[in-house]
């Protein structure tokens, strides 16, 4: 007889007991779900009194509660935000992007079908339906379209939930909890704050909570049999989807470390910002009381050739080197360079420059107080000084850092569009800059040397380039090499 039958001997029926089990749970769980909704559904096309009365009473007693106090209005409407499909989509697709390179295509097509499920879902219904808005004496949250079910609850129901479900493959022990208590808060969340802005009932809400889960119920045991029939065992709902796939979801499995001497480092860093903070403190000064005569000048030139299609121009590269785009090339590049390098250390260095740059703009620009230049200003007044640029400073800091971690990981010739990029995009929002009246040359001169000091401090100190791995595979094959010795 072989070990394989006599450990089913042994085991007896307890493994089909406990499947069954499973099996039974999660099928009460979808038709409960789904029973509800049906049920939640049918009142509302019936227009039942009692609920629709309760409905209203709610929408009006927390309209009344929380109209009267902006700041908690606006902290809903940021709360809101997370369930909006400005919010969701990115994450979806960026999700199934980092799957994809990390080989993974059987989870990137469950994101893809489930969230697709969520975006007919939603739209197909509030037709069918036609429920009109609550009607509040002070309306604080913005809509549009028919009331049920909830929108942002739905999507944020089935994102975060199917989210979760694919980070329990990569998670043991509390971890799990964690993720599924997060998960659960933000739902919950959204939900609740669509009441508290008075643009949704508590009916539109249960039935988008309802929706979601069996939707992301249905998919998963689709999911789970696909995984079956293709030969693979049936995981535990708590062990995720794919837990085969858990060596390729970790972030960087075989980085010890991510940096030595945490603390040492940590204070060479403090020591890099002072020091570069000093340098831009003398610079700013000394320009801010010498005024060169050329300084003004330059902008003021470049006032000259102004008209109304180099004024666009000039303004979309100006928007380049903003916060909401360097903001969001940061939120692109670091993913996708986790999933590529799976290296902790180029994503760490990257953040840090562009905090670093942040903040030692922003203290800078305080202590010199340098007015702007006296041509005319086409953005208006600016909360902060002249010197130094913040725009031209992040674009240089971003473009410089990446360049930075990509050269020595990129094998092909394209990698030299990065070294490009860092001289091509600061110089386009520099002029920029200075075309709308808004810095002197040695503002940029300014940013020129924050991006050195503080750049070069961090290079030396972080070593973002000490272990520039082009290819993640022999990494993940060690980690799993270490699994196998010690599970044998």
């Known amino acids: 007889m072989s070990d394989d039958n006599r450990v089913v001997e042994r085991a007896g029926w307890a493994p089909v007991r406990r499947f069954a089990e499973r099996s039974v749970a999660g099928l009460a769980v979808v038709v409960l779900a789904g029973l509800a909704f049906g049920t939640l559904l049918l009142l509302v096309r019936a227009n039942w009194s009692p609920l629709r009365d309760l409905d209203q009473s709610i929408a009006t007693g927390l309209n009344d509660l929380i109209a009267p106090h902006a700041a908690l209005a606006k902290a809903l409407n940021v709360v809101t ?10 994450i979806v697709l960026m999700v199934i992007v980092l799957l994809l390179i990390r080989r993974l295509p059987r989870l990137a097509l469950y994101l893809a079908v489930t969230g697709l499920g969520a975006a007919i879902l939603d739209p197909g219904l509030k037709a069918l339906v036609g429920r009109v808005r609550p009607v509040v004496a002070e309306p604080i949250g913005s809509y549009s379209g028919p009331s049920f079910p909830s929108g942002h609850t739905l999507g944020a129901t089935i994102v975060y939930g199917m989210l979760a479900l694919v980070l329990l493959s990569a998670t043991r022990g509390r971890h799990k909890a964690w993720i599924l208590s997060v998960a659960g808060l933000v739902i919950v969340a959204v939900g609740l704050s669509r009441i508290a802005l008075g643009v949704h009932f508590l009916s539109d809400v249960l039935a988008g909570w309802l929706l ?7 998919t998963a045991y689709a999911f789970r049999v696909w995984r079956r029939e293709a030969g693979h065992p049936t995981p535990s709902v708590t062990d995720g989807l794919d837990p085969d796939a858990a060596d390729d979801l970790l972030p960087a499995p075989a980085e010890e470390k991510v940096l030595p001497h945490p603390w040492a480092k940590g204070a060479e860093i403090l020591v890099g910002w002072v020091l570069t903070f000093g340098v831009l403190f003398f610079v700013g000064k000394a320009v801010t009381r010498w005024e060169p005569p050329f300084d003004d000048a330059f902008p003021r030139w470049l006032q000259t050739f102004r ?3 180099l004024d666009d121009l000039s303004w979309l590269a100006s928007k380049a080197g903003d916060t909401h785009a360097i903001l969001l090339i940061c939120l692109i590049f670091c993913p996708l360079a986790l999933a ?9 260095f990257i953040v840090l420059t562009m905090v670093g740059e942040l903040t030692l703009f922003l203290c800078a620009a305080a202590a010199t107080g340098r007015a702007r230049p006296s041509a005319e200003q086409l953005d208006g007044q600016m909360p902060t000084s002249s010197f130094p640029s913040g725009h031209i400073a992040a674009t240089i800091c971003i473009w410089v850092a990446i360049a930075v971690v990509t050269l020595p990981r990129v094998r092909h010739w394209w990698r030299w569009a990065f070294p490009v990029l860092a001289v091509v995009m600061p110089l386009l929002v520099a002029f920029s800059r200075m075309y709308r ?4 040359p040695t503002d940029v001169l300014g940013a020129t040397i924050l991006t050195a000091c503080w750049v070069g401090a961090l290079y030396l100190i972080i070593r973002p380039n000490a272990d520039p791995a082009t290819a993640s595979e022999a990494a993940v094959e060690v980690h799993r090499q270490e699994q196998r010795t010690v599970a044998a």
């Open 81 to 90: 935000s997370a369930g909006g499909r400005g919010f969701l989509v990115p």
């Open 212 to 218: 979601g889960l069996a939707w992301i119920s249905v």
């Open 307 to 309: 008209t109304d299609r």
């Open 340 to 348: 590529l390098w799976r290296q902790w250390r180029p994503v760490l």
């Open 437 to 440: 009246g808004m810095h002197h």
